[in-house]
């Protein structure tokens, strides 16, 4: 692999004009494509669960529960909502909300039935769609948003929230990303202490950030990708691509410093930071698109997206960096010796930590075994409008539901009851029902049974007494499953399924929880299988798998004590006790996982090449680390800033996206890649690149032996000279 990688970088380097016109031509092509690509349908379905079975029963007999749907709140400080003048500007606003494309109900906020609070201030209506929520358009949201507050006109103020609005809120200003390339310039800056060089690595990166996107937008509608996907793509595609083009550049100023000519040191660079982005980015890959083996159709489609988007990166490193190399190959020359020298200090810290490896280890374990004791009170769950920001529609609506109904009626239970048509005993069994459910601790109230059109099956509201993050909503949902409705309709011919929201996130993580340890062993098995392939070693993938594992505890553990557990999340704008949101987890598994080896593969790669140099296996770990300790430090922290960015995101998912990978990439960097790995190689010794001669044989070579590369023309006078 090393030979042919440096066979393609000479090649575009030297003929970088074509090359450039080459690149411009297929990103044309590219863009044409997801011109023409088409935005998919999203598909949120929880196969197996009983929350998907009641939604599949909606949508055969009733189809407004199973449309997308949203809640007008009327209030006004005081005085009613029926006075005359009120009343009109409400009538006004319900005829207007009536008239919008897609509305199938809407109902009455004066009928006898409505939900009208005790003081008459407060009026909460449900619109409903003929429309899933996959399909509703930013539009839709922003048509209800005009028709209801036209009411505002008579004095009555207006909120809401649900799908529908939620969608016409989404930010489309790209906040995050920007502040994470913004710090990112500021650092390569420092790093490298060259314009051309950050600038290179910035235009590689990116070129590789926009070609996944214009990727994920040609492949949206024939794979059915998630419409948030190109949001997880672009995070994930951002951090580990300036990661990689700062290491394939940071190599080659290396190179042409020790006097190799620009395709040479090209070639070089490519042979070896090249080879390690390529394994790096495969362990990547695999482990996003692991999140396949979950079972639900959404996260694997956004693995499979994610692992799109580190796979764009990694072909622009591998031909857009070296088009930038011969393009600005005078200028990424270094002017100073010492801005390519290996680092003194890395290299002394390398003799620390290697002196007494034992001690290291313990004690960077016994940190991050302290960061993670806060996952064994983990709660998976979804975060309700009550974490908004204060002020924000969806949490004024929230706040006044509360008061006015009691919490329990932001997350109502949809009880689908599939009825024979035609039985006479029907309305006497479904009132038994209904009065089983209403008398259920933690039942706020149950509305009478409503029968579909067609007779064919009945709809019953059950209003819980908590919020729907609680804990305490998520032990009334298992009570109605397991106890209420299987001793309410005993000897009936009934059949009943709990759905709504609330349900099927409650489903939702469930089956995450399920899944996971299949999902990880899927994961690791085939990470460590390909770390054995790439450096022909057994102990040192494992252990490399082990180091991981612990970092991500680590991450769990903190996203775990900021929202769930309060601290510091003040800091953020949310409030404590918010169940940690249940495709996290796995979708933090897959990505920490995945780039925490980018690191593994960066350090232990520099110090296999000084282990195959000569040096002892202590030698090699310090003289690994002062050639690659820097880079790895200003590489996790560019990744980290990109990640932490998105702390920013109004909503509490993306908060803790960011947080969570932003907090595990330094952690991983740190105190991982930077404290336990060169102990670890070191107390492996001569045994840490030993692999049985049986398993030799059976996997593929995937040679990372870049620096026996040859270069083919002379070498100039070096400016520099390595440092023992």
């Given amino acids: 692999m090393s030979l042919l990688l440096a066979r393609l970088a000479r090649t575009i380097t030297h003929h970088w004009k074509r090359s450039a016109l080459a690149a411009v031509v297929v990103i044309v092509l590219l863009g044409a494509a997801a011109g023409a690509g088409g935005q998919a349908a999203d598909d949120f379905n929880v196969p197996g669960t009983e929350s998907q079975q009641a939604l599949d029963l909606f949508r055969e007999h009733s189809p407004a529960f199973a449309g997308a749907d949203s809640t007008v709140v009327f209030s006004v400080e005081s005085g009613k909502l ?143 990708m998630p419409e948030f996907a190109p949001v997880i793509a672009m995070m994930l595609g951002l951090g580990a691509g300036i990661d990689y083009a700062l290491l394939i550049i940071g190599r080659y100023r290396e190179q042409v410093a020790a006097g190799d000519s620009t395709r040479d040191a090209s070639a070089k660079a490519a042979a070896t930071s090249g080879a390690s982005v390529v394994a790096a980015g495969l362990i990547v890959m695999v482990a996003i698109a692991g999140l396949l083996v979950v079972g639900i159709p959404f996260i694997g489609k956004l693995g499979i997206a994610a692992a799109l988007a580190v796979g764009a990166v990694v072909i622009s490193a591998l031909t857009i960096l070296p088009i930038m190399i011969g393009a600005l190959a005078r200028w990424l020359k270094p002017k100073k010796p010492e801005h390519v ?210 970092s991500i505890g680590a991450a769990y553990g903190v996203v775990t004590a900021v929202f769930q557990e309060g601290i510091g999340a003040s800091l953020l704008g949310v409030d404590s006790g918010i169940p940690i949101v249940s495709f996290i987890p796995v979708m933090m598994f897959a990505i920490l996982f995945g780039l925490s080896m980018d690191y593994n593969v960066f350090l232990l790669s520099r110090i296999h090449e000084a282990y195959n140099e000569g040096d002892a296996p202590r030698a090699s770990v310090v003289h690994g680390m002062g050639r690659i300790g820097k880079v790895i430090l200003f590489a996790g922290l560019i990744m980290s800033a990109v990640f932490l960015a998105f702390v920013s995101a109004p909503d509490v998912i993306g908060k803790m996206f960011g947080l969570g990978l932003g907090l595990a990439i330094l952690i991983d960097v740190l105190i991982v890649r930077l404290v336990i790995a060169p102990a670890v190689v070191t107390l492996l010794g001569d045994k840490a690149w030993w692999l049985p001669g049986w398993l030799d044989r059976i996997l593929p070579n995937v040679s990372l032996e870049g620096h026996l590369v040859q270069g083919l023309d002379g070498k100039e006078e070096p400016e520099v000279a390595s440092v023992a």
């Fill in 341 to 550: 020298l290996p680092s003194r200090s890395f290299a002394r810290w390398g003799e620390i930590v290697t002196a007494r490896p034992w001690v290291a280890i313990g004690g960077a374990v016994a940190l991050l075994l302290v960061l993670a004791f806060p996952v064994t009170q983990l709660r998976l769950g979804q975060p309700d409008d009550g974490n908004q920001i204060a002020g924000k529609t969806q949490r004024v609506a929230y706040d006044l539901q509360s008061e006015a109904f009691g919490p329990g009626s932001n997350g109502p239970f949809l009880l689908a009851v599939d009825t024979p048509k035609g039985d006479g005993d029907a309305k006497a069994q479904l009132e038994q029902l209904e009065a089983a459910v209403r008398e259920t601790p933690g039942v706020s109230s149950a509305a009478p049974a409503t029968l579909s059109e067609d007779g064919e099956m009945a709809t019953i509201f059950a209003i819980p007494t908590t919020a729907p993050q609680d804990a305490a909503t998520s032990d009334l949902l298992e009570r109605l499953r397991d106890e209420t409705i299987p001793a309410a309709i005993a000897g009936t011919p009934l059949k009943v399924y709990v759905g709504g929201n609330t349900a099927t996130f409650e489903d939702l993580s469930d089956k995450v929880a399920s899944r996971l340890p299949l999902f990880i062993a899927v994961v690791i098995g085939l990470s460590v299988l390909l770390l054995i392939a790439a450096f022909r070693s057994i102990w040192v993938p494992l252990a490399s798998a082990v180091m991981n594992l612990l």
């Fill in 82 to 224: 029926d006075d005359p003048e009120r009343r009109e500007a409400i009538e006004d606003a319900v005829a207007k909300v009536r008239e919008l494309p897609g509305v199938e109900q809407f109902g009455d906020p004066f009928a006898e039935n409505a939900q009208m609070s005790d003081d008459g201030r407060i009026a909460a209506v449900d619109v409903r769609y003929d429309v899933e929520p996959d399909d509703i358009e930013r539009e839709d949201g922003e048509a209800l948003e005009e028709a209801a507050r036209t009411a505002e006109a008579g004095g009555v103020d207006v909120s809401m929230r649900g799908i529908v609005v939620d969608v016409a809120a989404e930010q489309e200003a790209p906040v995050g990303e920007l502040i994470g390339v913004a710090i990112a310039i500021v650092l390569l800056t420092l790093l490298f202490r060259s314009l051309a060089a950050m600038f290179a690595t910035i235009v590689g990166a990116l070129i590789g950030v926009m070609t996944g996107q214009m990727l994920l937008a040609a492949l949206a509608k024939p794979l059915g």
